[in-house]
């Protein structure tokens, strides 16, 4: 059965730094979505992506994120300068309907 | 806008036992409604989904939720929990007639099954 893929699995970085999360949504599906879970809390949406552009996002998606669909296959979410509030779980889905298959999440842990 | 609330962060149940896990909701239209199981450092994994038709849905590993529109709610039910089924369990919605697609999350509910 298809999964949505990430790399990496767990990210540690310095504050300040840049980081480059990585997904592979299942092939088929033309919408992709990034959320984060800070440790304990709920999961919270960050950006949509349709037809290679941001259809959706959250008050927290400022100008520190960005997103891309570099090629066919692979859909990134860019943190241009960490700070320490980004660490989290970082998990991204896509779905061609209704229903969001989400990846096994990248833990992002800024230092 | 749109919101979730799981009432209750720990619920815990004896193996055998009929389980329910609890979620109300709020849109301002007519919902989609979804349940999603976290297992400890995986990610979210679906359980079942209230689109339309059918209040009571039925879904992976025998679980299954109402929907209960006067009561805004979707609770999530299962009739002889398994240890197995100790996980963290989120309940989502999204507006059915809203453009936007993104779902919004309860706070989930850590499920314990004792043995």
Known sequence: EPEVTQTPSHQVTQMG?????????????????????????????????????????????????????????????????????????????????DTQYFGPGTRLTVL | ?????????????????????????????????FWYVQYPNRGLQFLLKYITGDNLVKGSYGFEAEFNKSQTSFHLKKPSALVSDSALYFCAVRDRGGSARQLTFGSGTQLTVLP
Not at chain 1, 66 to 84: A, M, W, Y
């Open chain 2, 1 to 33: 806008a749109q919101s979730v609330a799981q009432p209750e962060d720990q619920v815990n149940v004896a193996e055998g036992n009929p389980l329910t896990v609890k979620c109300t909701y709020s849109v301002s239209g007519n919902p989609y409604l």
């Open chain 1, 17 to 97: 730094q840049e980081v480059i999360l990585r997904c592979v949504p299942i092939s088929n599906h033309l919408y992709f979505y990034w959320y984060r879970q800070i440790l304990g809390q709920k999961v919270e949406f960050l950006v949509s992506f349709y037809n290679n552009e941001i259809s959706e996002k959250s008050e927290i998606f400022d100008d520190q994120f960005s997103v891309e669909r570099p090629d066919g296959s692979n859909f990134t979410l860019k943190i241009r300068s960490t700070k320490l509030e980004d660490s989290a779980m970082y998990f991204c889905a896509s779905n061609p309907a």
